[in-house]
T-cell receptor, first 115, second 110 residues
Framework: EAEVAQSPRYKITEKSQAVAFWCDPISGHATLYWYRQILGQGPELLVQFQDESVVDDSQLPKDRFSAERLKGVDSTLKIQPAELGDSAMYLC?????????????FGEGSRLTVL | SQKIEQNSEALNIQEGKTATLTCNYTNYSPAYLQWYRQDPGRGPVFLLLIRENEKEKRKERLKVTFDTTLKQSLFHITASQPADSATYLCAFSGNTPLVFGKGTRLSVIA
């Protein structure tokens, strides 16, 4: 069964360092999402791509976060510099439905700890 | 501002009973409502989707209702089992991307 692949699964870094997360969505899924989930909270959308274009990045802290999906397939989320408050699970999801009504398929997430 | 509330942070029930989880929303008119299951340290897994013009949706032991008058969705698991223990997230969508609630942690006790 096709899955959304994410790496790394765990990342520990010191504040002010740069970190990057990678996501490979399910083949054929044009829509890709990055969510951040703080422990005990629900996932919060950071950025949504349709193919290689950003559809929604209104909640992305653009002073330190960046995301790209250059060829409309896999995607990278970068944080530079990392801050203590960035400690969270970073979830990637994809959907086959380009609208905002389809079910999302999530990866296992990348757990970030900033020391 | 838009708000989604899952009334209980945690719910404990006996095996075999029906678990009922609640999700309320304010300042929002979602067209779709989804429920996801999340196990510790894992990504959420889609369970059910219900549209605003549907009152009820069922899938095996799961049932979801959507009441746009009360601005509420109820999620039921009948004949609950210890394997149903997890966090359950509700999420709304329409003209905006999926907005998730905080989740309810369900524990089914044998």
């Amino acid at each position: 069964e096709a899955e959304v692949a994410q790496s790394p699964r765990y990342k520990i870094t010191e504040k002010s360092q740069a970190v990057a997360f990678w996501c490979d969505p399910i083949s054929g899924h044009a829509t890709l999402y990055w969510y951040r989930q703080i422990l005990g909270q629900g996932p919060e959308l950071l950025v949504q791509f349709q193919d290689e274009s950003v559809v929604d990045d209104s909640q992305l802290p653009k002073d330190r976060f960046s995301a790209e999906r250059l060829k409309g397939v896999d995607s990278t989320l970068k944080i530079q510099p990392a801050e203590l408050g960035d400690s969270a699970m970073y979830l990637c999801a994809s959907s086959r439905n380009p609208s905002r009504t389809g079910e999302l398929f999530f990866g296992e997430g990348s757990r970030l700890t900033v020391l | 501002s838009q708000k989604i509330e899952q009334n209980s942070e945690a719910l404990n029930i006996q095996e075999g009973k029906t678990a009922t989880l609640t999700c309320n929303y304010t300042n929002y008119s979602p067209a779709y409502l989804q429920w996801y299951r999340q196990d510790p340290g894992r990504g959420p897994v889609f369970l059910l989707l219900i549209r605003e013009n549907e009152k009820e949706k069922r899938k095996e032991r799961l049932k979801v209702t959507f009441d746009t008058t009360l601005k509420q969705s109820l999620f039921h698991i009948t004949a609950s089992q210890p394997a149903d223990s997890a966090t359950y997230l509700c999420a709304f969508s329409g003209n905006t991307p999926l907005v998730f609630g905080k989740g309810t942690r369900l524990s089914v006790i044998a």
